[in-house]
């Protein structure tokens, strides 16, 4: 079974920096591209950023620039790095596997708890 664990959330003022981690049990990271989540409140959850198993990276426009993706497969973990925060950042992060066919994707395994991410101005 696939357990997803988040970490590094917080609070922070507008203009810095949080690293997030994300650590996957199981042999559906290695096999797949992963990706981050955010979900604000009364907010749907969107995809922000992925990153394949080839490192392909790819963001929404809101974040890029500012927020970086990367992945060790050797501890299963995928981080996203997050600069220059601003107030519309506040929401909770996810991590997940990412499927993904004729431009749609959706998640493939079951959420974690997630890591609030706090934006003061």
């Given amino acids: 079974q696939v357990q997803l664990v988040e970490s590094g959330g917080g ?4 203009g810095g920096s949080l ?9 559906i990271f290695s096999k797949n591209t992963m990706g981050w ?23 929404v426009d809101s974040v890029k620039g500012r ?3 990367s992945r ?11 600069n220059s925060l601003k107030p519309e950042d506040t929401a909770v992060y996810y ?5 993904s066919r004729y431009g ?12 609030q991410v706090t934006v003061s101005s």
């Fill in 37 to 59: 989540y955010r979900q604000a409140p009364g907010k749907q959850r969107d995809l922000v950023a992925t990153i394949s198993t080839g490192a392909t990276t790819n963001f």
């Fill in 72 to 82: 060790d497969n050797a501890k299963n973990t995928v981080y996203l790095q997050m």
């Fill in 19 to 27: 690293r997030l981690s994300c650590a996957a049990s199981g042999s």
């Fill in 104 to 115: 749609s994707t959706w998640p493939l395994a079951s959420w974690g708890q997630g890591t």
């Fill in 11 to 14: 609070l922070v003022q507008a």
């Fill in 67 to 69: 927020f970086t993706i």
């Fill in 95 to 99: 991590c997940n596997a990412v499927g």
